[in-house]
């Protein structure tokens, strides 16, 4: 929590609090949320698999030893980041979840290299956040939209910030 905690104090020093208007509170917990249970709150290299037979596929083509779980591959650096990714896009795999704040290629578009880096992926999740505050109000079950619309997933992540929340009074 300490990184990032410092990180998004520089960001706010360095950017100005002008640049995100959603609190940067909230965008710590979707960070911890996003977080890998085996990599620290902030740790920006890693590329989640939302499709189990997509997962399966590249371990058979990788090989096993650069994932840290079933569906997840910590890439290690910004440029080998890059590289993975878009050798999964060539293989058409594009159901992603990529950064430190695991926002999905599919749906939304950036530089491949911004993905990795915490500022600005930190600046594009603040952006998602904001125009669903936007569009369905400031509520949790809002800010659960950040991971999904669909009731049962939006349900499931509301539950994982209710604990950050509880754990943080």
């Given at each position: 929590m300490k990184l990032i905690l410092s990180v998004l104090t520089f960001?706010?020093?360095?950017?100005?609090?002008?640049?995100?208007?959603?609190?940067?509170s909230i965008l710590k917990i979707i960070a911890e949320v996003e977080?890998?249970?085996?990599?620290?709150?902030?740790?920006?290299?890693?590329?989640?698999?939302?499709?189990?037979?997509?997962?399966?596929?590249i371990r058979k083509q990788l090989g096993k030893d650069i994932f840290i779980d079933s569906r997840t591959i910590d890439c290690l650096?910004?440029?080998?980041?890059?590289?993975?990714?878009?050798?999964?896009?060539?293989?058409?795999?594009?159901?992603?979840?990529?950064?430190?704040?695991?926002?999905?290629?599919?749906?939304?578009?950036?530089?491949m290299e911004d993905y990795f880096i915490f500022e600005k992926s930190y600046f594009k999740a603040?952006?998602?956040?904001?125009?669903?505050?936007?569009?369905?109000?400031?509520?949790?079950?809002?800010?659960?939209?950040?991971h999904s619309a669909t009731p049962k997933y939006n349900y499931r992540y509301l539950k994982k910030i209710s604990m950050i929340t509880k754990k943080g009074d």
């Open positions: 960001v706010s020093i360095l950017f100005g609090n002008d640049t995100c208007d959603v609190d940067s977080r890998h249970n085996k990599r620290e709150i902030g740790y920006q290299y890693l590329i989640s698999f939302n499709n189990k037979k997509d997962a399966k596929q650096n910004k440029k080998l980041c890059k590289k993975i990714t878009t050798f999964l896009i060539e293989q058409k795999i594009t159901n992603l979840d990529l950064g430190a704040f695991q926002i999905n290629y599919r749906f939304h578009k950036m530089k603040c952006s998602l956040v904001s125009n669903l505050i936007k569009i369905y109000g400031y509520n949790w079950r809002t800010i659960a939209r950040y």
